[in-house]
């Protein structure tokens, strides 16, 4: 199983120390590092740096908002950032949810699945420097509105891959089904090795309907990981990333996050955590995460068992692993990481 790393996204780690983990990524012989974006830092800009400041290591997006960008403009970027980096760029793209793509984009959340299809489709045409022509539901190019004289354009650049790996991130049956159907790789979060959601199914049924086999498909989940000597300090190191995206990375009645612990037969912990960040008690939702939620949403543990907490994600199928670090020596944790490849 191959071992990536994400970097996320401010506030969780400045600019500088973001590009300093992915140096150590790359020193360390990690595979990949992934760069992400909320409503803050995009994910444009620090890919780009990062490209440039390392050497080997493949760089993504992990995730691209796709309500943040027209799909040509996706491709342009990752066109340019696979030309900084020679070659190396892997484009992961998700929806977000509604309060994002609504709250700050201004784009309706619906027809999700359609959305992506469309934008996928777009991005590879783009990418293999067609001229881009798309007349569907979600997106249309040339548009007919306007002046009336848009006329079908091809990429100017010629990036270095011939073909752009792109990931698709998704917790919801329908969404992984999809991108079982259409994508390169799937990135899940807060993955349970025990697929007690039964997301594996949903990803093979998407396969089995574009008539792909399972080795088309790179499994890449999400991973918060701290290793400390105690094992409370690990825990205590993920709750504050596992709160804010059980409370406030979604509504009471639409967290695709609390929606997919409850899946997996965690739902009254999920909730307890929700209501409290809504609340205003960040403090009172992270504590109030019990060890089963940690457990099953990251890997916390002493550095013997880190081992073996890794392979159980190599068992349940996975092919990569993305780990986001934390804990009092994060570039430590990378270094341990890359030596159990």
């Given amino acids: 199983m191959r071992i990536d790393l994400s970097v996320l996204y401010w506030p969780w780690y400045p600019l500088e120390e973001q590009v300093a983990l992915a140096a150590c990524a790359d020193e360390a012989g990690l595979g990949n590092v992934w760069v992400s974006e909320a409503w803050g830092q995009d994910v444009v800009s620090v890919l780009a740096v990062i490209a440039d400041r390392t050497e080997r290591i493949g760089v993504g997006s992990g995730l691209m908002q796709i309500p943040a960008r027209r799909p040509t403009a996706a491709a342009m970027a990752?066109?340019?950032?696979?030309?900084?980096?020679?070659?190396?760029?892997?484009?992961?793209?998700?929806?977000?949810?509604?309060?994002?793509?609504?709250?700050?984009?201004?784009?309706?959340?619906?027809?999700?699945?359609?959305?992506?299809?469309?934008?996928?489709e777009i991005v590879r045409m783009a990418w293999a420097r067609e001229p881009v022509v798309h007349?569907?539901?979600?997106?249309?190019?040339?548009?007919?509105?306007?002046?009336?004289?848009?006329k079908p354009l091809k990429l100017m650049a010629k990036p270095p891959q011939e073909r752009l790996p792109i990931y698709l991130g998704a917790i919801g049956p329908?969404?992984?089904?999809?991108?079982?159907?259409?994508?390169?790789?799937?990135?899940?979060?807060?993955?349970?090795?025990?697929?007690?959601?039964?997301?594996?199914?949903?990803?093979?049924?998407?396969?089995?309907?574009?008539?792909?086999?399972?080795?088309e498909i790179d499994v890449a989940p999400t991973v918060p990981v701290a290793v400390e000597d105690d094992l409370d300090e690990a825990r205590n190191a993920l709750r504050p990333l596992i709160s804010f995206y059980l409370g406030g990375m979604g509504a009471k009645d639409k967290n695709f996050y609390v929606d997919l612990l409850?899946?997996?037969?965690?739902?009254?912990?999920?909730?307890?955590?929700?209501?409290?960040?809504l609340s205003g008690d960040r403090i009172g939702a992270a504590m109030a995460l019990s060890t089963e939620?940690?457990?099953?949403?990251?890997?916390?543990?002493?550095?013997?068992?880190?081992?073996?907490?890794?392979?159980?994600?190599?068992?349940s199928g996975a092919d990569s692993m993305i780990a986001i670090v934390f804990g009092s020596d994060r570039e430590a944790t990378i270094r341990r990481l890359a030596a159990l490849r």
Wanted: proline share 4%; with cysteine; hydrophobic share 40%.
């Fill in 174 to 215: 329908k969404s992984v089904e999809l991108a079982g159907e259409i994508a390169d790789g799937w990135i899940p979060a807060f993955f349970d090795p025990g697929d007690g959601a039964g997301l594996l199914a949903a990803l093979r049924a998407g396969l089995v309907k574009a008539g792909r086999d399972r080795g």
């Fill in 262 to 277: 409850a899946a997996n037969g965690l739902a009254d912990e999920a909730h307890e955590v929700q209501d409290r960040f």
């Fill in 293 to 315: 939620v940690i457990d099953m949403c990251g890997i916390a543990c002493t550095p013997g068992d880190l081992e073996s907490r890794v392979g159980r994600f190599a068992d």
């Fill in 135 to 150: 007349q569907g539901r979600n997106f249309q190019i040339p548009t007919s509105e306007g002046m009336g004289l848009g």
């Fill in 78 to 120: 990752a066109a340019s950032i696979d030309t900084i980096s020679g070659g190396r760029m892997r484009l992961g793209l998700g929806v977000s949810g509604p309060q994002v793509s609504e709250g700050w984009y201004g784009v309706p959340f619906e027809r999700s699945l359609g959305r992506i299809r469309e934008y996928v």
